[in-house]
């Protein structure tokens, strides 16, 4: 299988899972991902439409400043990534205009340099919305310039509606005729991992039970949905009705990456 990599590093991303995920995503005339994260489903999905949806605001602001003025988003981002940005106090430096700044544009360049300059390719705010990820010490970050022409290529070959929203605004925006596929923060494989966080707020099992009726009631009305997640005793009981595929994944099971571990993941195909 021909696959296009995404341009950004993401924790959870699903390249390395699309050959178990693509062929279990059905036909229809639009893919709705409620958390689309780096976009490797869509790059490599063949719909003709797409609502790409996530609480990221700067992500789907990236996302959108790339589709609208590609070329030179693409030259200012390459701008960025010079020895002299790659030392600790340029980035500090860096993430503290991005923290700072209001322009669209601006914040959607820095995004790009802090996500392959930031440790371990994380995105992290605090309660107060500061991008707070320390800088990753890498000896050459790569720029993704032929990532990013992948996916401004693919953004110019269909039809794609971006949004700031939530799971629930998602599920409500529904119509005949689309499919969905759900990548959300996952449950912890133990009881003292935690639940990710990427926008400030956090994914917990209130939200997991939500996410799940959605899903479940999505699927009645004829809408197919596919969904991701670790293969845990609540993923299960939550996910009863649907066709459960289990299996093996190599992940990162430490905060330092020095220790990989094989975890289970579990996907949920309804109907």
């Given at each position: 299988?021909?696959?296009?990599?995404p341009?950004?590093?993401?924790?959870?991303?699903?390249y390395r899972?699309?050959?178990r995920l693509?062929?279990?995503?059905?036909?229809g005339?639009?893919l709705?991902?409620?958390?689309?994260?780096?976009?490797?489903?869509f790059?490599?999905?063949?719909?003709?439409?797409?609502?790409?949806?996530?609480?990221?605001?700067?992500?789907?602001?990236?996302?959108?400043?790339?589709?609208r003025?590609?070329?030179?988003?693409?030259?200012?981002?390459?701008?960025?990534?010079?020895?002299g940005?790659?030392?600790q106090?340029?980035?500090?430096?860096?993430?503290?205009?991005?923290?700072?700044?209001?322009?669209?544009?601006?914040?959607s360049?820095?995004?790009?340099?802090?996500?392959?300059?930031?440790?371990?390719?994380?995105v992290r705010?605090?309660s107060?919305?500061?991008y707070?990820?320390?800088?990753?010490?890498?000896?050459?970050?790569?720029?993704?310039?032929?990532e990013?022409?992948a996916?401004l290529?693919?953004?110019?070959g269909?039809?794609v509606a971006?949004?700031?929203?939530?799971?629930?605004?998602?599920?409500?925006?529904?119509?005949?005729?689309?499919?969905?596929?759900?990548?959300?923060?996952?449950a912890?494989?133990s009881?003292?991992?935690?639940?990710?966080?990427?926008?400030?707020?956090?994914?917990?099992?209130?939200?997991?039970?939500?996410?799940?009726?959605?899903?479940?009631a999505?699927?009645?009305?004829?809408?197919?949905?596919?969904?991701?997640n670790?293969?845990?005793?609540?993923?299960?009981?939550l996910?009863?009705?649907?066709r459960?595929?289990?299996?093996?994944?190599?992940?990162f099971?430490s905060?330092?990456?020095?220790?990989?571990?094989?975890?289970?993941?579990?996907l949920?195909?309804?109907?």
């Amino acid at each position: 299988m021909d696959l296009t990599r995404p341009f950004l590093k993401w924790a959870g991303g699903k390249y390395r899972l699309l050959d178990r995920l693509l062929p279990s995503i059905p036909a229809g005339a639009r893919l709705v991902e409620p958390f689309v994260g780096s976009g490797a489903v869509f790059l490599n999905a063949g719909f003709a439409s797409y609502l790409l949806c996530d609480l990221n605001a700067d992500l789907i602001g990236l996302y959108r400043t790339l589709r609208r003025d590609g070329e030179r988003f693409i030259a200012e981002a390459r701008a960025l990534f010079t020895p002299g940005n790659n030392t600790q106090e340029a980035f500090l430096r860096l993430r503290e205009t991005f923290n700072a700044s209001s322009d669209a544009e601006e914040r959607s360049v820095l995004f790009l340099y802090l996500n392959r300059h930031s440790y371990n390719g994380l995105v992290r705010y605090n309660s107060k919305g500061i991008y707070n990820v320390p800088f990753g010490k890498y000896k050459a970050p790569y720029f993704p310039e032929r990532e990013l022409t992948a996916f401004l290529d693919k953004l110019r070959g269909c039809d794609v509606a971006f949004a700031v929203q939530d799971f629930r605004s998602t599920f409500a925006a529904l119509r005949p005729g689309d499919v969905v596929y759900c990548d959300p923060p996952y449950a912890p494989v133990s009881a003292t991992a935690n639940f990710t966080s990427y926008t400030g707020g956090g994914f917990g099992v209130q939200e997991q039970i939500d996410l799940a009726s959605e899903a479940s009631a999505a699927a009645k009305r004829g809408v197919p949905v596919v969904l991701s997640n670790h293969d845990v005793p609540l993923i299960r009981e939550l996910y009863a009705d649907a066709r459960l595929e289990s299996f093996p994944v190599q992940r990162f099971i430490s905060c330092n990456g020095a220790r990989r571990g094989a975890a289970r993941e579990l996907l949920a195909v309804f109907p």
